[in-house]
């Protein structure tokens, strides 16, 4: 038998190892942390380096004359003329003004491919509405050609290749000295639908169509979810069918989501005949693929209302329905939302079920109500990334940040929710 | 769904309650008779009438064949050694077991005659009656007006507020409670302290004006102050109520109680006036254990 003295100096020895110990464990968990962090940051900082310069545009501002023999149209209400007339030559006399050693064909060719591909068309529109403005000097904001962009944007960037010439590269140079090109904040990405050309891309119509998908999956999900959720809780007796939908239902969390977009093609497309590419399926589908998350959470928010306060409310004579509708679903409620708004930002950054049900086309136009084509942010993202075109790259990390601010404008709101609904019960 | 026991946790939450192995004290000649009560189990005019109740859990006997009256505007404390069933006991009293899946009762439970486990009767009509206070204070997380008016309003009561309002000042006056509440009637009851929570208890309880009042260890959670209040008002109220109380501590019993129930492993051992029980038990368990020999 030890004596006393030396059992205290064995107990202080094992004391030096056991803080030593946790203090290693303490170091692993901040070392855990840490690695999430700075992967998150890094993320972060190669997003917004790269992603950026997608907020900017660059835009050429022109004093044009829309002189009608240069565009040969006299009546620009007359459709044939305007479908003949040259609307070039004007944007080229623009531009030579500033740049006169430009005098050659060839050399004006150049020129005008400084303009984005929808100049001549924009004039065009702009005389098929005001007629009067024929023969008269406008001044007109146009959208830079891609290539002029990225070379106002990028030249110093090895990451991208400059695709002018050095004599155009020369002409931008003067015309930014000008002050004709100019950059600015790129409210086009905020106003419009997808484009082939990246100048003219804009992820609104996608952010409309995230928002009418989300507006049908949260329609569908949230009460659906949350009735099941409380019937199995509540209602449903303990038997072999219960287990059986309870097997189910944890297992469907499981389903790759991808399962869910065929399902939503046999099924919506084949069988129901609804249409593709529009919100109203894409909502159905992601609504089936957020059901178990919902549910699983619901149910989880169920059975933490202490029995205590069922007994109360059964004890003073409450129905089954008015102990659930009174105090159970109110105390879980906060629980629930938490669990639907996960499951609602889990939808938003879905991609492969919508593929498959044509989520993925090349939509021009901001989709007006839930049958129309549509597509969604993170298809957006995907085709941008996915594209040859140097301006779409820009344009995709931009898409992503829009797409990041969403998500925690989500959970933000998540946690306000629970915060006041928790303060008032 | 809540497939507690309920009889688990309300004695789990008794650590100071030594538990004493009962079998090396019990003197080996003690036999209990199953449907025998010693003492006087039955009376003339009965709120309750039960006879040969026996309650399972799955396969176990929870209770086993226990025969008794309890009187108008009586006050009858059940006692005895943890697990006895006397908590299950009270609970078939209003249903309360209903919620537990696995727990049948049989034999004859009547209220004024009417039979309580009559399949066709409306429990929530039966818990209007006989109202029920947990071990724990368990205030809803509303407001303290709110708590007391939860019942009359799930029953349509009051049709006004000024009604609702009446009720809910005789409530807390009844509990004793008005004096303390009737400035923060609006503040979140889970606030208070446990002696003024368990008050609201009542307070809500009898804001339904039932006829009963079960009591499942009311004062376990409370410190003696607060303990001393509620035996109190359990003295005033014995005047209107008919009050069952559950509890183990003897000297509750001794003090509140009109009659003594003595349940003993399922067993409904004795049950006297509350003097005799605890001056001159007549069975020998029963007073092994006032005496503090087990439990």
């Known amino acids: 038998m030890t004596d006393q003295r030396s059992q205290a100096e064995i107990v202080r020895n094992s004391l030096k190892r056991r803080y030593r110990k946790e203090r290693r464990f303490r170091m692993y968990g901040m070392l855990a942390i840490f690695i999430a962090l700075a992967s998150l940051a890094i993320l972060f900082a190669d997003i917004i380096t790269k992603g950026h310069t997608g907020f900017v545009k660059t835009t050429i501002t022109l004093d044009v004359t829309l002189d009608s023999d240069m565009m040969y149209l006299d009546d620009p209400s007359d459709e044939d003329q305007l479908s003949m007339a040259d609307f070039v030559a004007p944007l080229i006399a623009a531009l030579q003004e500033h740049i006169p050693e430009a005098d050659s064909a060839a050399e004006k060719r150049e020129l005008g491919r400084l303009i984005g591909s929808y100049g001549a068309s924009e004039v065009r529109n702009l005389l098929k509405d005001n007629p009067d403005l024929l023969n008269t000097t406008q001044t007109i904001e146009f959208l830079a050609h891609d290539r002029v962009s990225t070379y106002v944007k990028h030249a110093d960037n090895p990451r991208y290749s400059v695709k002018l010439s050095e004599q155009q590269q020369r002409w931008v140079d003067e015309l930014q000295e000008k002050g004709v090109i100019d950059t600015s904040f790129n409210d086009v990405l905020f106003s419009r639908g997808d484009s082939r050309e990246p100048a003219n891309a804009g992820i609104l119509g996608a952010i409309v169509g995230s928002l009418l998908t989300m507006v049908v999956t949260l329609v569908i999900a949230f009460p659906v979810g949350i009735a099941a959720a409380v019937y199995l809780e509540e209602f449903a007796p303990q038997n072999k069918i219960t287990d059986f939908i309870e097997v189910n239902i944890n297992n469907l969390a499981a389903v790759p989501s991808i399962i869910f977009g065929l399902l939503g093609l046999a099924v919506f497309i084949g069988l129901f005949g609804m249409p593709r590419s529009v919100p109203v399926v894409g909502g159905m589908v992601l609504a089936l693929m957020t059901l178990p998350t919902i549910i699983i959470s619901g149910r989880a928010a169920i059975k933490s209302v202490p029995p205590s306060i069922r007994e109360a409310a059964e004890g003073v004579g409450a129905s089954k329905m008015q102990v659930v509708l009174h105090h159970v679903i109110p105390l879980a409620m906060p629980g629930m939302l938490t669990g639907s708004i996960i499951g609602m930002a889990q939808a938003l950054g879905e991609t492969a079920p919508l593929l498959l049900i044509g989520m993925v086309a090349f939509i021009v136009d901001v989709p007006g109500g839930f049958f129309d084509s549509a597509t969604v942010l993170p298809v957006q993202i995907y085709l941008w990334a996915s594209s040859s075109e140097q301006g779409f790259i820009e344009l995709a990390s931009a898409g992503i940040m829009v797409l990041l601010t969403f998500m925690i404008t989500m959970n933000a709101l998540a946690i306000w929710l629970r915060k006041r609904l928790e303060r008032r019960w | ?295």
């Open chain 2, 1 to 295: 769904m809540n497939t507690m026991n309920p009889t688990v946790t309300s004695e789990a939450a008794m650590p100071e309650e030594k538990i004493v192995s009962v079998k090396e004290e019990r003197p080996a000649e003690t036999v209990i008779e199953e449907g025998k009560t010693v003492g006087h189990p039955l009376s003339d005019d009965p709120k309750f009438k039960l006879r040969n109740v026996e309650v399972f859990y799955g396969e176990d006997r929870a209770i086993k064949n226990i025969s008794l009256d309890i009187g108008r505007n009586e006050v009858i404390a059940f006692i005895g050694p943890s697990g006895c069933g006397k908590s299950t006991f009270l609970r078939c009293l209003n249903r309360m077991n209903d919620s537990i899946d696995i727990c049948r009762v049989k034999g004859q439970l009547a209220i004024d005659d009417h039979d309580i486990y009559d399949p066709k009767r409306d429990v929530v009509e039966l818990r209007a009656r006989v109202g029920m206070v947990f071990q724990k204070p368990n205030p809803f997380p509303k407001s303290i007006y709110d708590n007391v008016a939860y019942g009359p309003r799930i029953h349509g009561l009051a049709n006004r507020k000024s009604d609702l309002d009446d009720i809910v000042e005789s409530s807390l006056r009844k509990a004793g409670l008005w004096d303390e509440a009737k400035d923060r009637l609006d503040a979140i009851a889970t606030g208070m302290s446990g002696g003024q929570q368990q008050r609201l208890c009542i307070a809500r309880a009898i804001a339904v004006s039932p006829e009963v009042i079960l009591m499942d260890e009311p004062c376990s959670a409370l410190d003696p102050i607060a303990t001393a209040k509620v035996e109190e008002l359990i003295a005033e109220m014995s005047e209107s109520y008919t009050i069952v109380i559950v509890t183990h501590s003897m000297q509750q019993a001794a003090r509140v109680s009109h009659r003594t129930a003595y349940f003993h492993l399922g067993h409904l051992v004795e049950v006297n006036e509350t003097d005799k029980v605890f001056t001159s038990p007549e069975h020998e368990l029963t007073e092994s254990y006032i005496t503090g020999r087990f439990g």
